[in-house]
């Protein structure tokens, strides 16, 4: 800069001045292109002072963001940083409405879209365009609503941003209505457990009343049943064979050597690398909202003082 101001003082001429103004103001090419078609030197120093001062207000504007927010910095606040620089210039944008309005304008001409200030409303736009292609239960598609609108007001970069938007694609990916429809067959049942157990007389027929109180009652909800026995005796075997007997997916995993109780409900989402807990994972995973869930070696999850 100090450089430039005796360039310009000594100038041969006005065009000359002009030209070295132009050739360090570094200006877009629209703007050059703008600059190049008007006709007279008067007129075109005129469009670069009015250039200047609207770039002069925006930094103006910038600076003033910039100051705000230094002002209620704290080390506790400094993850909020671009939630309140999202919230000023929201501001900004309903004064500029307000004037527009006054003045008799359209606020929507020559306005930014909303939806490109923030890189996240691809994603929403994706989100809304997989909801309307599945039906989901009305108090799911509430909390949807609500966290895309958090989502909408975050910058894509924050790590909440992140959390949002892995919390969303969780609820959207979740089987809600999609439901296997029960075929219970008892002669069939009865033809099944024959076939891939030997013996286990009490334990066969316990499990065909089972099925026939499930047959006889449509609206029976959250039936537990308990298999205890040493390993080996075909406890996870029989699990299958009732999934299969009533037509229905299977899901078993092992609670044994589990220390947290997060692993099995979820973890707090406040949580860095927060996750589903493990049934919902393999509900996920088996696209069904009714599946056979088998919880092996539960009794190995209450061996010490946790």
Same mark, same amino acid.
């Given at each position: 800069?100090?450089?430039?101001?005796?360039?310009?003082?000594?100038?041969?001429?006005?065009?000359?001045?002009?030209?070295?103004?132009?050739?360090?103001?570094?200006?877009?090419?629209?703007?050059?292109?703008?600059?190049?078609?008007?006709?007279?030197?008067?007129?075109?120093?005129?469009?670069?002072?009015?250039?200047?001062?609207?770039?002069?207000?925006?930094?103006?504007?910038?600076?003033?963001? @910039?100051?705000? =927010?230094? %002002?209620?910095?704290?080390?506790? &606040?400094?993850?909020?940083?671009?939630? /309140? !620089?999202? *919230?000023?210039?929201?501001?900004?944008?309903?004064?500029?409405?307000?004037?527009?309005?006054?003045?008799?304008?359209?606020?929507?001409?020559?306005?930014?879209?909303?939806?490109?200030?923030?890189?996240?409303?691809?994603?929403?736009?994706?989100?809304?365009?997989?909801?309307?292609?599945?039906?989901?239960?009305?108090?799911?598609?509430?909390?949807?609503?609500?966290?895309?609108?958090?989502?909408?007001?975050?910058?894509?970069?924050?790590?909440?941003?992140?959390?949002?938007?892995?919390?969303?694609?969780?609820?959207?990916?979740?089987?809600?209505?999609?439901?296997?429809?029960? @075929?219970?067959? =008892?002669? %069939?049942?009865?033809?099944?457990? &024959?076939?891939?157990?030997?013996?286990? /007389? !009490?334990? *066969?027929?316990?499990?065909?009343?089972?099925?026939?109180?499930?047959?006889?009652?449509?609206?029976?909800?959250?039936?537990?049943?308990?298999?205890?026995?040493?390993?080996?005796?075909?406890?996870?075997?029989?699990?299958?064979?009732?999934?299969?007997?009533?037509?229905?997916?299977?899901?078993?995993?092992?609670?044994?050597?589990?220390?947290?109780?997060?692993?099995?409900?979820?973890?707090?989402?406040?949580?860095?690398?927060?996750?589903?807990?493990?049934?919902?994972?393999?509900?996920?995973?088996?696209?069904?909202?009714?599946?056979?869930?088998?919880?092996?070696?539960?009794? @190995?999850?209450?061996?010490?003082?946790?």
């Amino acid at each position: 800069m100090d450089a430039l101001i005796p360039q310009l003082q000594n100038s041969a001429s006005p065009w000359s001045f002009f030209e070295q103004l132009v050739r360090f103001s570094f200006l877009p090419i629209s703007e050059l292109k703008n600059l190049i078609d008007l006709d007279t030197l008067e007129s075109r120093f005129e469009y670069l002072v009015d250039y200047f001062e609207k770039e002069m207000a925006k930094s103006d504007l910038k600076q003033e963001v @910039k100051n705000k =927010l230094n %002002k209620k910095l704290s080390d506790q &606040e400094k993850r909020f940083l671009l939630r /309140e !620089e999202m *919230k000023i210039i929201e501001k900004e944008l309903d004064k500029l409405k307000k004037e527009r309005s006054k003045r008799g304008e359209d606020p929507s001409d020559n306005e930014m879209d909303e939806e490109s200030m923030n890189e996240g409303n691809q994603d929403i736009k994706d989100f809304k365009k997989r909801i309307k292609k599945t039906e989901y239960p009305e108090e799911v598609l509430k909390i949807l609503d609500k966290e895309m609108e958090r989502l909408r007001r975050m910058h894509p970069s924050s790590p909440e941003s992140a959390q949002t938007r892995d919390y969303i694609e969780w609820l959207l990916d979740l089987p809600w209505n999609i439901s296997t429809k029960d @075929k219970i067959d =008892l002669s %069939k049942a009865k033809d099944i457990l &024959e076939s891939q157990h030997y013996g286990l /007389e !009490e334990v *066969k027929t316990r499990i065909l009343e089972y099925l026939a109180v499930c047959k006889l009652k449509k609206d029976i909800h959250g039936q537990v049943l308990c298999f205890v026995g040493p390993p080996g005796t075909g406890k996870t075997s029989i699990g299958k064979s009732i999934a299969e007997s009533m037509n229905r997916e299977f899901v078993h995993f092992s609670l044994g050597g589990m220390r947290d109780e997060a692993e099995i409900r979820g973890h707090r989402r406040t949580y860095v690398g927060s996750m589903p807990g493990r049934i919902v994972q393999r509900l996920k995973r088996v696209g069904v909202n009714n599946p056979v869930f088998m919880l092996d070696e539960i009794d @190995k999850i209450g061996k010490d003082f946790k």
